[in-house]
């Protein structure tokens, strides 16, 4: 859609050798105005147009890339509605306990065991959905993360599985007891679904081997998580008030569930920032801030301080804690 609005702007029959940054900054510029886009927006339109035309360079059909020069600047207004919305997606103790609640209540109960191994690990949703069983060392309570699926604009058969987002996002980290829970419980509902689908085959099911999967067995992608998300937040936004004694006024997103790890570990002023970086895959510090490979340090503290937090948020329902 986007190329598509584009090329309403600029004609298709413009020669490479006369496209220049003012060219792009101004088809940008209309671009923002005709269709009232976000700067988020454009900044995702720009990222697009830079991988064009740097594909251009390499095969040698243009010097150099007329978009990498190109500053977007965003209004006052603009860069505190981005503020607000990111305040949104991050939660305090009892919103992470109203979430849970609500997740665990869930038919599927993968998004739940999944939220809780986000929580305890950190990692990306890409990276928790490109997880096998082969990837859990129960005996030695480890989990190795070294790849991450992708899925955007792809059917379920055309995921495949890539390198992490960053060098430092190879890494092996320590599972605390809940996250190892989470798992196993994660283990056992699959090996029933895979009987099932066994007995019972359908189109509607995939056969997987990732860890975390939906109720048809094929990979939770964060577009599958947003929709449970979405479903919540509307429901916390009309009864969470009624149920849990305060407004809800957050947007739960996947990505925030990293966040309450990140969190949690640089509220602790023992855990140090290195420890941090290592165990969530961060290269630079300010990346680890801005929250709030093979390990060569112990993680204990950092086990120890993401338990206490889900110690005192976990949920309990029919008389069984989780």
């Given at each position: 859609m986007v190329l598509k609005r584009i090329e309403e702007l600029m004609a298709d029959d413009v020669l490479l050798e006369v496209i220049t940054p003012l060219l792009i900054q101004n088809l940008l510029n209309d671009y923002k105005k005709k269709y009232h886009s976000t700067h988020s927006t454009m900044q995702h339109i720009k990222c697009s147009l830079n991988k064009i035309f740097d594909y251009g360079v390499l095969h040698n059909a243009i010097p150099f890339s007329p978009t990498r020069v190109i500053k977007l600047s965003a209004s006052s207004k603009e860069k505190r509605e981005k503020r607000l919305r990111h305040e949104a997606k991050f939660l305090d103790e009892h919103e992470v306990h109203a979430l849970l609640a609500e997740l665990r209540k869930r038919r599927h109960q993968t998004y739940y065991d999944l939220a809780l191994f986000m929580i305890g690990t950190g990692c990306?949703?890409?990276?928790?959905?490109?997880?096998?069983?082969?990837?859990?060392?129960?005996?030695?309570?480890?989990?190795?993360?070294?790849?991450?699926?992708?899925?955007?604009?792809?059917?379920?058969?055309?995921?495949?599985?890539?390198?992490?987002?960053?060098?430092?996002?190879?890494?092996?980290?320590?599972?605390?007891?809940?996250?190892?829970?989470?798992?196993?419980?994660?283990?056992?509902?699959?090996?029933?679904?895979?009987?099932?689908?066994?007995?019972?085959?359908?189109?509607?099911?995939?056969?997987?081997?990732?860890?975390?999967?939906?109720?048809?067995?094929?990979?939770?992608?964060?577009?599958?998580?947003?929709?449970?998300?979405?479903?919540?937040?509307?429901?916390?936004?009309?009864h969470c008030q009624e149920w849990y004694g305060?407004?809800?006024?957050?947007?739960?997103?996947?990505?925030?569930?990293?966040?309450?790890?990140?969190?949690?570990?640089?509220?602790?002023?023992?855990?140090?920032?290195?420890?941090?970086?290592?165990?969530?895959?961060?290269?630079?510090?300010?990346?680890?801030?801005?929250?709030?490979?093979?390990?060569?340090?112990?993680?204990?503290?950092?086990?120890?301080a993401i338990t206490r937090f889900i110690e005192k948020n976990r949920v309990k329902l029919n008389g069984s804690v989780w």
């Amino acid at each position: 859609m986007v190329l598509k609005r584009i090329e309403e702007l600029m004609a298709d029959d413009v020669l490479l050798e006369v496209i220049t940054p003012l060219l792009i900054q101004n088809l940008l510029n209309d671009y923002k105005k005709k269709y009232h886009s976000t700067h988020s927006t454009m900044q995702h339109i720009k990222c697009s147009l830079n991988k064009i035309f740097d594909y251009g360079v390499l095969h040698n059909a243009i010097p150099f890339s007329p978009t990498r020069v190109i500053k977007l600047s965003a209004s006052s207004k603009e860069k505190r509605e981005k503020r607000l919305r990111h305040e949104a997606k991050f939660l305090d103790e009892h919103e992470v306990h109203a979430l849970l609640a609500e997740l665990r209540k869930r038919r599927h109960q993968t998004y739940y065991d999944l939220a809780l191994f986000m929580i305890g690990t950190g990692c990306r949703i890409g990276e928790a959905a490109a997880l096998t069983e082969a990837d859990i060392d129960f005996e030695n309570r480890l989990v190795t993360i070294d790849k991450s699926l992708q899925y955007y604009d792809l059917r379920v058969d055309e995921y495949y599985e890539d390198t992490t987002k960053t060098e430092a996002g190879e890494r092996v980290e320590e599972l605390p007891e809940f996250a190892i829970d989470a798992v196993k419980r994660v283990i056992a509902r699959n090996k029933a679904f895979d009987e099932h689908m066994a007995d019972f085959p359908a189109d509607a099911f995939h056969a997987s081997k990732s860890l975390f999967r939906t109720e048809y067995g094929s990979p939770i992608t964060s577009h599958s998580f947003r929709e449970i998300l979405t479903r919540i937040n509307k429901s916390l936004t009309k009864h969470c008030q009624e149920w849990y004694g305060f407004e809800w006024t957050k947007n739960a997103i996947p990505h925030g569930f990293r966040h309450i790890h990140i969190s949690v570990l640089r509220d602790d002023p023992s855990i140090s920032l290195k420890e941090v970086q290592k165990r969530v895959g961060h290269v630079r510090a300010e990346t680890t801030d801005g929250y709030t490979h093979t390990l060569d340090e112990n993680q204990d503290k950092s086990v120890e301080a993401i338990t206490r937090f889900i110690e005192k948020n976990r949920v309990k329902l029919n008389g069984s804690v989780w």
